[in-house]
Structure formats: structure tokens, C-alpha cells
């Protein structure tokens, strides 16, 4: 059955899922959603499973209609939302009739908000996973981003609302300080990058996207010159190319890298990646890999949910 129709499509809104888990070893990137903390906890708001499609909206939102009734929920990034112009909140499940029109605007405060609603979106399905990586034109609607008169399509489930209580949800902001941890090639770095890489203050650049966000600022030493053997890269991994300039691996990025991995984002703050836009600012904190299981598993006592991602 018909769900709704795309009056106008933003500036890239997409459907994902939490990506295509098992298929790095044949190349294939795991993309889905860039904050899978924000693209589950809308599903789970709804009573749903976490892996279930949802929008994924960058900078600026669609405009949609609904042709069914449906519940939604937004999460992500603060971006208005309004339904028939009212303005309703984000992290709440909202009653919204056949014919209503919603409307998502932009936010100062981080880049992509995601939108869940009570019936799943039907979308094409590769290995196992709907999320849209545009690069290949896989999964998706037809593997590209959302355009004015297109129609999705939605299958009809059974859902039970979760009224649990949860910790307390992030806020975004224009400046971050990530965790990370030392990479295999951390090692590689001059004594003197080593002591003040903590005190560099990053600015992303323009040219950035769901495959890699650019930093701007002082450059890296590398103390090994030479080309270095290819090995695993993973979403939250930081590559320092010749430029000395790091590179933060997003969900589209590929599977390989043959740059010095200096840092691994640790997983407590990986959906923090997706919420990253071009002018913020950025500063790395390093922590041992201990400190990392530990916040991470402090994270999902206070979200059970994310003991499935």
C-alpha cells in the first residue's frame, strides 16, 4: 500500500537501515545510518525493531505527505518538524492522519535527523540490508537519494509501543571532542605529533560526506616514509594520508586503506560521526581501549538497545 509521497526532497534524505553487516571481506561497505543510536532509538520509540527502515536527513529535510494514517518519530538532529505547520517534538511518538503534510526544516546543531514511522517503508533489499549507498546505487529507492513525486510504498506490521525509561539523550553542538583510541599505525606518528595532537583544534571541511569527514588545521609528522600494505578500515576509523591532514572514516567509506590508521573512534561516540557538519570544530581525546569497553557498556545500561548494534 501506498505510505507517502515526496512533495519536495531536501537536500539528501535517503532510507537506510543499520547497514550490510558480514560483507566488508568481499568489499562491500556497511553504510546505513550515519547515527545508529538516533536511527534505532526512533524505532524503538515506536515499538519496532531497531533495524527497521527509516529516513535518514542531511542538513535540511523533505517536505512528505502521508497517505495513510501512521505514527512517527524524529530523532537526530534538532531540525523543526511540523505537520500541517505545527511544530511537534523530537523523541516523541506523534499521531499523524491520511493527507497530512510534514515538513522538516534545517538546524544550526547537528547534521542528519532520522524519521521512523509505524509501518515500514518498502525499499529495495541487498544483502539483507535496505540502507541506500548511492556510490553503488544499491538498496534504497532505486539506490539514489529521494526526489520530488516519488511515492514509497509501506508493509503493514504489528507494533507495541515501549514506554520505558532511558538515560539522558545527546545534544550537538558545533564543537566536539571525540574519544579514540591508538590505531595499528598510531606508532608512526613524530614524538613531537604524539604529545600535542590533543591540543589540535580541527575545522571539517566542506568536502565531506557519509564516506569520510575532512579536517582542516595543522598538519601531522609521519615519521615512516614509504607506502604502507592495505589493511581493514572500519566506520570511526582516522586515517592520516601524505598530506597529513586526518581523515574520519564514515558508513560509506571503503573497506581498505592504505594509510597510516593512527585512531579508532571508540564506539560510545561513533554516532556522533553523523551528526558532524562542515564548520565545526573538532578535538580528539585519547583513551585506553579498557576506558572505551567500559563507557560502552555504561551507554547501554542506560539504552538496552544498543546491546544489538
Known amino acids: 500500500m501506498k505510505g507517502l509521497e515526496v512533495i519536495s526532497s531536501g537536500l539528501m534524505t535517503t532510507v537506510q537501515d543499520l547497514g550490510r553487516i558480514g560483507w566488508t571481506q568481499m568489499g562491500v561497505p556497511v553504510s546505513g545510518a550515519a547515527d545508529q543510536f538516533s536511527a534505532a532509538l526512533?524505532?524503538?520509540?515506536?515499538?519496532?525493531?531497531?533495524?527497521s527502515p527509516v529516513l535518514e536527513c542531511t542538513l535540511s529535510g523533505p517536505k512528505l505527505k502521508l497517505l495513510i494514517d501512521q505514527q512517527i518519530v524524529v530523532t537526530g538532529a534538532r531540525m523543526q518538524v511540523k505537520i500541517n505547520n505545527k511544530v511537534v517534538p523530537h523523541n516523541t511518538v506523534i499521531n499523524a492522519d491520511a493527507g497530512s503534510i510534514i515538513g522538516i526544516q534545517s538546524s544550526n546543531c547537528g547534521c542528519r535527523c532520522?524519521?521512523?514511522f509505524s509501518n515500514d517503508m518498502e525499499a529495495t533489499k541487498f544483502l539483507g540490508s535496505v540502507s541506500t549507498y548511492v556510490p553503488g546505487k544499491l538498496g534504497g529507492i532505486n539506490g539514489r537519494v529521494l526526489k520530488k513525486g516519488d511515492t514509497i510504498s509501506f508493509n503493514s506490521i504489528d507494533t507495541n509501543l515501549i514506554k520505558s525509561s532511558h538515560g539522558a539523550l545527546p545534544q550537538y553542538y558545533n564543537s566536539w571532542l571525540i574519544k579514540v583510541t591508538e590505531g595499528p599505525e598510531f606508532k608512526r606518528l613524530s614524538s613531537h605529533t604524539k604529545d600535542n595532537i590533543e591540543n589540535i583544534e580541527y575545522v571539517i571541511s566542506n568536502d565531506s560526506n557519509r564516506m569520510g569527514i575532512r579536517l582542516e588545521g595543522p598538519t601531522l609528522e609521519i615519521n615512516e616514509s614509504g607506502e604502507m600494505i592495505s589493511g581493514p578500515v572500519f566506520t570511526g576509523t582516522i586515517q592520516?594520508?601524505?598530506n597529513g591532514l586526518p581523515i574520519l572514516l564514515g558508513p560509506d567509506a571503503q573497506t581498505l586503506g592504505g594509510y597510516p590508521r593512527i585512531f579508532q573512534v571508540a564506539k560510545v561516540d561513533r554516532f556522533l560521526i553523523g551528526q558532524m557538519r562542515p564548520g565545526d570544530?573538532?578535538?580528539f581525546k585519547r583513551i585506553k581501549i579498557e576506558e572505551a569497553e567500559k563507557l560502552w557498556l555504561d551507554r547501554v545500561l542506560s539504552f538496552p538497545f544498543l546491546s544489538k548494534i
Open 42 to 51: 526512533a524505532n524503538v520509540l515506536l515499538g519496532k525493531e531497531i533495524n
Open 114 to 116: 532520522y524519521v521512523a
Open 240 to 242: 592520516c594520508p601524505g
Open 281 to 283: 570544530q573538532l578535538k
